[in-house]
């Protein structure tokens, strides 16, 4: 049986969760002629998982304005699992710096190593498109983490 607090609407307020998980299956479309996930498509699976958690932490329309530093590791095979965790690391007055590592995981033995880590910096923005606020990470990083 399922409680009434179960199925209530919540709300998580701006600034809270500092943390995000995002797993996806490498498909043979993503994948190069080696049979390994293409630098573009993780790239692009990072930014996505940045932007969530970004927009998860600000609760404001955001955009990527920089990617900084990208390290390929490791090549992902084409059946292997991705999971990309994310975290926002620190903000600014309207923008976040998001650290994003992508791991590779063997679905069947479950082997896994870090594949790819990078950062990304995202912007906030108001209802008119300009660069609006964003709550101060919390010092302790023990705040609620959500994904």
């Known amino acids: 049986m399922t409680s009434e607090s179960e199925t209530s609407p919540q709300r998580i307020a701006p600034g809270l969760i500092t943390e995000a998980r995002l797993i996806e299956m490498v498909f043979p479309e993503q994948t190069n002629h080696y049979g390994t996930l293409f630098g573009g ?3 692009a699976l990072m ?20 990617s900084e ?5 490791v090549p992902v ?3 292997q699992l991705v999971e990309l965790v994310t975290r926002i690391i620190s903000t600014g007055r309207t923008s976040m710096t998001v650290e994003v590592d ?6 069947l033995t479950g082997d896994r190593q870090l594949a790819t880590r990078g950062r990304f910096v995202l912007v906030a923005l108001d209802a008119h498109g300009k660069p609006t606020h964003v709550p101060p990470l919390p ?8 994904g």
């Open 102 to 107: 992508l791991f590779a995981e063997d679905l």
């Open 77 to 79: 095979r084409e059946g």
């Open 139 to 146: 010092t302790s990083q023990g705040a609620p983490a959500g």
């Open 47 to 66: 930014d996505k998982a940045a932007f969530i958690v970004a927009s998860r932490y600000a609760r404001r329309t955001v955009v990527t304005a920089s």
């Open 41 to 43: 498509q993780a790239l």
């Open 69 to 73: 530093r990208v390290d390929f590791h």
